[in-house]
């Protein structure tokens, strides 16, 4: 199969197990993007590894994984209400641990650990925990908001890839990313606006330009998320941070528009809906 046969047919068995997941129980909309955080957290620290002057153990690798793990759980939990109300507190001393752990490292250039560790917890972490939460927050079930979410960043993604191939013609940012075009970024908005106006349809509650402005935000800081995990590429020298998603590539790879559309999302929607 060629690349793009295999992009669409991991793309739609990927989307079928997400939907089901997704919609069928609170317990089961943490539980997946749990595992995604978990998987694309590894995948994000085995890539920066190869920046550093001394690579961190197995040890230290499973070590953060296991403080995302807790910081996903106090924060999901938490605002779900299935810990107490101000349990995601717990995260701060985690956070600190990152900090004093480095005390027993003897290598060069600790703050380089350090630096790399929070921006896992940051980049990695929190975006997953932000979805999970917008489904399960006050012990409710809303799948709408999260699935709207995915749906909406998948739609600029498709329509930016399919609009830039045919009409491309000005990059957006040759530095970075010489395939993307302007002709792609404008496709991808276009389509994020229809698919976020058709998700207004399904929610009862909130008005369309709750919607609009929310697939306008995705489009465009999802654009740049994608431009961000590029950039992160160049610098190592990579095409892709991993192989396990035949087309493409690997978690990093193709969550890297969520990573910072999601927390730009929760901000947008919590207004609304918490």
Not at 8 to 35: D, K
Not at 85 to 102: H, N, Q, R, S, Y
Not at 158 to 186: C, D, H, M, Q
């Amino acid at each position: 199969m060629n690349n793009l046969t295999q992009r669409i047919l991991t793309g739609v068995v990927g989307a079928a197990v997400i939907i089901f997941l997704l919609c069928w129980h609170a317990w089961s909309l943490t539980i997946l993007f749990l595992l995604l955080a978990m998987f694309t957290q590894f995948e994000f620290l085995r890539v920066v590894n190869k920046l550093k002057e001394k690579a961190d153990s197995p040890a230290h690798i499973y070590g953060n994984l296991f403080a995302g793990l807790l910081n996903f759980l106090l924060i999901t939990g938490s605002m779900a209400g299935w810990l107490p109300g101000m349990a995601w507190t717990g995260t701060l001393p985690v956070l600190a641990a990152i900090f004093l752990l480095e005390l027993y490292q003897d290598r060069p250039n600790p703050f380089q650990h350090i630096g790399f560790r929070l921006t896992g917890q940051i980049y990695i972490i929190l975006p997953f925990a932000w979805m999970a939460v917008l489904g399960t927050a006050g012990n409710s079930f809303q799948y709408l908001y999260p699935m709207g979410v995915l749906f909406i960043i998948w739609t600029n993604d498709v329509f930016a890839y399919f609009t830039g191939r045919l009409l491309g013609r000005n990059r957006l940012f040759p530095r970075i990313s010489p395939a993307k075009t302007w002709e792609g970024f404008i496709g991808g908005v276009i389509m994020a606006l229809v698919c976020a106006s058709i998700f207004d349809h399904f929610d009862q509650n909130q008005p369309l330009f709750v919607w609009l402005v929310l697939g306008f935000l995705l489009a465009v800081v999802g654009t740049g998320g994608d431009l961000v995990e590029s950039l992160l590429k160049r610098n190592l020298q990579m095409k892709d941070s991993g192989s396990i998603l035949p087309g493409h590539g690997g978690f990093l790879d193709r969550f890297d528009a969520l990573l910072l559309g999601a927390p730009v999302a929760f901000a947008w929607l919590a207004i609304w809906i918490f």
